[in-house]
C-alpha cells in the first residue's frame, strides 16, 4: 500500500524512491510487525483471560508442564495480525505470489482457529478429528497448487517443475502431479511445526529463523541478475514474498517476548499450522522446496522423532525415546525447559546457516 501511495511521489521528492528496493520496505515491514506485536500484544493478552481462552495440557505429558493449564492461547491470532498488515502496508499489492501466500496461510489459520476453539469450547486437548484436520490440510494446501498451474498458463513465468540444489540442470517438469507435490510441502511442514510447538518459545523462534532464511531465498530467486550468477531458478515477481518473509521474521521476535519462558500465551494450532504453511508456501514460490528439509531441519527432526517412535512401539513394543517429539526427551532426560530451547535454537540456527551456504554449491 504504501508503495502504491509513495512512490510515485520519487518523481518530485526523490527521498521516497527508497519504496522501489524491496530491502527498505522488508525493513518497514520486521519493524512494522514487531511495533505491533509489542503494541497489542498485553491487550491481545488480557481479552483472552477475561474469554477464558486457556491452554489443555495433556495428562500423559511431561508432569512439568501441568503448571502451565490455563495459560491463554490462540496467540496465533497475534502472530497472523502482526504479519498481515505489514505486508499489506509495505508489499506491492498487484504481485500475485504475495497474494497466494497470504491466502493460503489463513487458509491454515482458519483450520488452526477451528481446532482450538473446539478444544476451548469442551475444555479438552481434543479438537477437531485426526481425518478432518488432515482432509482440510490437503484440500487448502491443494488450492495452492491448483493457483500456481493457473498461474503458470497465464503469462507468469512460473513452472510446475522441481528443481534439485547441486544439480543445475536436473529439473523435474512434475505436470499435474505438482498439486500433491505442493500439498504434501504444506501439509509436512504445517504439521511438522505443529509438533515441534511444546516448550515456550520454541516453534516461533525456529519459524523466526527459517522465514530470515527464506526471506534471502525468495529475493535471490526474484532477482534476474543474482538468480543467474548463483545458478538458482529466477521467478520474476516472486522477490516481493520477501517483505511477507519480513513481517513474519517481525511478528515471530514480537510474539516471542510475550511467549518466552514462561510463557504469558501460547499460539495455539492457529499459530503453528499457519505458521508452517507459510513456511512451506514460501518454499515452493522460491523453488526450494527440497531445501525445506534443510532450512526446517529441526521441524524434520521433530518430526522424524515422531514417526519413529510410533513405529517402533507398533513394530517392537518398545519406545526409542522417552517421550516424543523429541524436546520432550531431553525433558525427561534433565535438561530444564530453558536449555533444551536455546539449544534447540542453535540447531535451527546452524541449520539456516547450512541452507544459506548452499547458494555457492552449485
Known amino acids: 500500500m504504501l508503495y502504491h501511495l509513495l512512490f510515485p511521489l520519487s518523481e518530485d521528492f526523490a527521498l521516497f524512491n527508497v519504496f522501489r528496493y524491496i530491502t527498505f520496505r522488508v525493513a ?31 495428562e500423559v505429558g511431561p508432569q512439568a508442564h501441568q503448571v502451565k493449564a490455563g495459560t491463554p492461547t490462540m496467540g496465533g491470532l497475534l502472530i497472523l495480525f502482526a504479519t498481515i498488515v505489514p505486508t499489506l502496508l509495505w508489499a506491492m499489492l498487484d504481485n500475485v505470489y504475495l497474494w497466494l501466500v497470504v491466502s493460503v496461510t489463513l487458509a491454515f489459520g482458519a483450520i488452526g482457529f477451528a481446532d482450538d476453539f473446539i478444544k476451548v469450547k469442551k475444555r479438552r486437548n481434543l479438537g477437531l478429528s485426526a481425518k478432518t484436520k488432515m482432509g482440510l490440510q490437503i484440500v487448502a494446501a491443494g488450492g495452492l497448487g491448483v493457483a500456481l498451474l493457473l498461474v ?15 544439480f543445475k540442470d536436473l529439473v523435474l517438469d512434475l505436470g499435474f502431479f505438482y498439486i500433491p507435490f505442493v500439498a504434501f510441502i504444506l501439509v509436512g511442514a504445517s504439521n511438522a511445526v505443529n509438533l515441534t510447538d511444546g516448550l515456550d518459545g520454541l516453534a516461533i523462534g525456529a519459524t523466526s529463523v527459517a522465514a530470515a ?70 518454499a515452493v ?21 515422531v514417526i519413529v517412535q510410533v513405529a517402533s512401539f507398533k513394530l517392537r513394543g518398545k519406545r526409542v525415546f522417552r517421550m ?29 546457516l547450512l541452507s544459506l551456504s548452499t547458494l555457492k554449491l552449485r
Open 324 to 352: 516424543a517429539p523429541l524436546h520432550h526427551h531431553f525433558e525427561l532426560s534433565g535438561w530444564a525447559e530453558p536449555k533444551v530451547i536455546v539449544r534447540f535454537w542453535i540447531l535451527s540456527i546452524l541449520f539456516a
Open 28 to 58: 518497514g515491514a520486521i519493524v512494522t510487525a514487531l511495533l505491533l506485536s509489542w503494541l497489542f500484544g498485553p491487550r491481545f493478552i488480557r481479552l483472552l483471560r477475561r474469554l477464558s481462552v486457556g491452554q489443555n495440557i495433556r
Open 152 to 166: 503458470s498458463r497465464v503469462g507468469y513465468h512460473f513452472d510446475p517443475t522441481l528443481a534439485f540444489p547441486f
Open 285 to 305: 514460490l522460491a523453488k526450494q522446496e527440497i531445501l525445506l528439509a534443510l532450512v526446517g531441519g529441526l521441524f524434520v527432526v521433530e518430526a522424524l522423532s
Open 213 to 282: 532464511t527464506y526471506a534471502v531465498f525468495t529475493y535471490v530467486a526474484g532477482n534476474r541478475v543474482i538468480a543467474g550468477y548463483l545458478q538458482l531458478t529466477y521467478v520474476p515477481g516472486v522477490g516481493e514474498v520477501a517483505v511477507f518473509c519480513g513481517a513474519l521474521v517481525g511478528a515471530g521476535i514480537g510474539f516471542l517476548w510475550y511467549n518466552s519462558h514462561p510463557a504469558e500465551v501460547f499460539m495455539g494450532d492457529v499459530g503453528s499450522l499457519s505458521l508452517g504453511a507459510a513456511i512451506g508456501g514460501v
